[in-house]
Every structure is written in C-alpha cells, then in structure tokens.
C-alpha cells in the first residue's frame, strides 16, 4: 500500500498564523481583536485575500459572518462547513479560533493540490464575535445564525461606549436585515471546526 502523504504546509500556516497575530490592538506577541475594530476589519481583509488566493467564493450576511466557498460538483447540495472566528479577546494567543479558520483554509488548499473534487460545496466560515469583546456576548454571528439570539435581542447590544450593533455593523460595511441572517437547520451538511483553547478552562 502506498502512502502518499498530503501537501500540508505547516510552514505556510504557522507564517499566517504569525502574520494574522501581528494584525492587533497589542503589541506582539500577545493578540487583541475587538469585533468591527480597525484591527478586526484589517484581519478579516487578510483572511479574505487568502481565501481569493485559494480560489474561494466570499460572502459576508448582515451581521459580518463570512463563507468563503469552494463549489463541489453538485452545488445544490448543503455545503460541508469549517471555520470558527479571528476576534481575540484582550491578551489571547495567537492560535484559538484562528487555527480553525486558517486550518480549515489550508486543509482546502490541501485537497486542491491533491485534485480533489468536492461533490458538496465545501464551505470556510469566519463567526462574527465568537468572543464576547465587545457586547459582553460571545457566539454573537452563530447565535444569530441559529436564531437562538433574534434580531430585536441583538438590536439592543450596546458596547461600553453605547453603540449598538446596528451602528457598528454599518460602520463595518455590514447591511442588509439582521432577521436574514438566521439560516435553517440544513444550512450546513456536517460541521467540524479546529479549536484550540488558549485559556485555564475549557
Ligand atoms: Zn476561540
């Protein structure tokens, strides 16, 4: 039996990864990101360039969740998701939801440079304020995206200098109605997300 092993480059993701930490509101090496921030807008325009690199259709919904698509030969199918988020509390490290979403970009390049053709879409998603920096609410983009949180809980977020989510959002470049970014259960086929916690608990 041959064992060919796949093209993953641990080099190219460590140097994005590094390259990804250094977009931040803290000097290095600690990383901060603050949802709708300079620093997270300069980190999501990053990721996305990447993902443009890789070929991979994006789109942003209302509240800033971004995919970054590559088409399977049946595009009519749900998509297999992967991702997680690039915001960073004050002082996280450098890997935590970023190893999720830049993993998860390179097991795509992996399989590209194999020849691999999706039969379902494979889709990179990118949560908007998986963390809890800025209205004190963590899992704020998938929250909405499953509903669990509705537009009118999430129109009256205020961050600590009083600007709501709607404000941000647009500021962001963020349009469209919060009540179209929930999604029906079979938005996706299968999730599967590479986290690492960078904290005491888990
Ligand atoms: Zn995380």
Redesign the pocket.
């Known amino acids: 039996m041959s064992t060919t092993r796949p093209n993953l480059s641990i080099d190219r993701l460590i140097s994005e990864l590094q390259a990804l930490a250094k977009i931040s509101e803290m000097e290095p090496p600690v990383v901060t990101r603050i949802v709708f921030s300079e620093a997270d807008m300069r980190a999501r325009a990053y990721v996305r360039e990447l993902c443009e690199d890789a070929g991979l259709t994006i789109s942003n919904d209302a509240v800033g969740n971004t995919f970054a698509r590559w088409q399977g030969t049946e595009p009519g199918l749900a998509p297999i998701g992967t991702g997680?988020?690039i915001d960073a509390i004050p002082n996280a490290g450098l890997y935590?939801?970023c190893v999720g979403v830049l993993g998860g970009l390179e097991a795509i390049r992996v399989l590209q440079q194999l020849g691999f053709n999706p039969r379902r879409s494979i889709e990179l998603a990118i949560f908007t304020a998986?963390?809890p920096t800025r209205f004190g609410i963590g899992c704020l983009g998938s929250r909405m995206m499953a509903n669990v949180l509705t537009p009118a809980q999430a129109r009256a977020l205020r961050d600590k200098e009083g600007q709501g989510l709607e404000e941000l959002r647009a500021k962001a470049g963020f349009s469209g109605a919060l009540e179209s970014v929930a999604v029906a259960p079979d938005r996706f086929h299968k999730f599967v997300e590479l986290?690492i916690e960078q904290g005491p608990y888990l």
């Open positions: 997680s988020h935590d939801g998986e963390e986290h």
